[in-house]
């Protein structure tokens, strides 16, 4: 069964930084491409980043470039997300999702969640 | 990017058809494939894939489910509709990506 489990949010400081991690299991990790997709409260659904199987490629949303990090311990079965100098509007649940093998069309599964909070 | 539209809301009665709507700004299919993508979201839980390529039934999703579409207009019906598929159904688009979009959502609600 594929499962995908996040942690690592909570509530921060504009302006600092929070890392989020999503461990895997019931699939061979190395294998998929993964994303991040956040939902701020009672919004729509919004793609993040997304990494390539091997890590080799990222792509990310304009409005997170050079504040977000994306990256993967296949080793782990691990996807991250450091998110740096973050803001209010960064505000969201932070799903961990995965694609189908060796690229990303549709998110095929998707994690429970983490909140993330950006507020003094 | 490409934008998705869909209706904001739609109400139905229990066993009847609904069907939803979602608009590309441009095409989204490449020779025979139609790269649109649906989900339905229950609340305080997460999205689960219900279509993918437009007419896919994902694994585990009733044959209730169906979509259709090509180019830009696409469509999800579910037929019949029964309680537990009331939810918030999104589209999204993998035929220009980054940036994968998703439609604004569209709130399956009870007649």
């Known amino acids: 069964e594929v499962q995908l489990v996040e942690s690592g949010g909570g509530l921060v400081q504009p302006g600092r930084s929070m890392k989020l991690s999503c461990a895997a299991s019931g699939f061979t990790f190395s294998n998929y491409g993964m994303a991040w997709v956040r939902q701020a409260p009672t919004k729509g659904l919004e793609w993040v980043a997304t990494?390539?199987?091997?890590?080799?490629?990222?792509y990310y949303r304009d409005s997170v470039k050079g504040r977000f990090t994306i990256s993967r311990d296949n080793a782990k079965s691990t996807l991250y997300l450091q998110m740096n100098s973050l803001r209010s509007e960064d505000t969201a649940t932070y799903y961990c999702?995965?694609?189908?093998?060796?690229?990303?069309?549709?998110?095929?599964?998707w994690g429970q969640g983490t909140l993330v909070t950006v507020s003094s | 990017d490409i934008v998705l539209t869909q209706s904001p809301a739609l109400a139905v009665s229990l066993g009847q058809r609904a069907t939803i709507s979602c608009r590309a700004s441009q095409s989204v299919s490449i020779s025979r494939y139609n790269l649109m993508h649906w989900y339905q979201q229950k609340p305080g839980q997460q999205p689960k894939l219900l279509i993918y390529?437009?007419?896919n039934l994902a694994s585990g999703i009733p044959a209730r489910f169906s979509g259709s579409g090509s180019g830009t207009d696409f469509t999800l019906t579910i037929n019949p509709v029964q309680a537990d598929d009331i939810a918030t159904y999104y589209c999204?688009?993998?035929?220009?990506?980054?940036?994968?979009?998703f439609g604004g959502g569209t709130k399956l609600e009870l007649k």
């Open positions: 390529r437009a007419s």
């Open positions: 999702t995965r694609g189908r093998e060796l690229r990303i069309d549709w998110f095929a599964y």
């Open positions: 990494i390539s199987y091997d890590g080799s490629s990222t």
């Open positions: 999204q688009q993998s035929r220009e990506s980054p940036p994968w979009t």
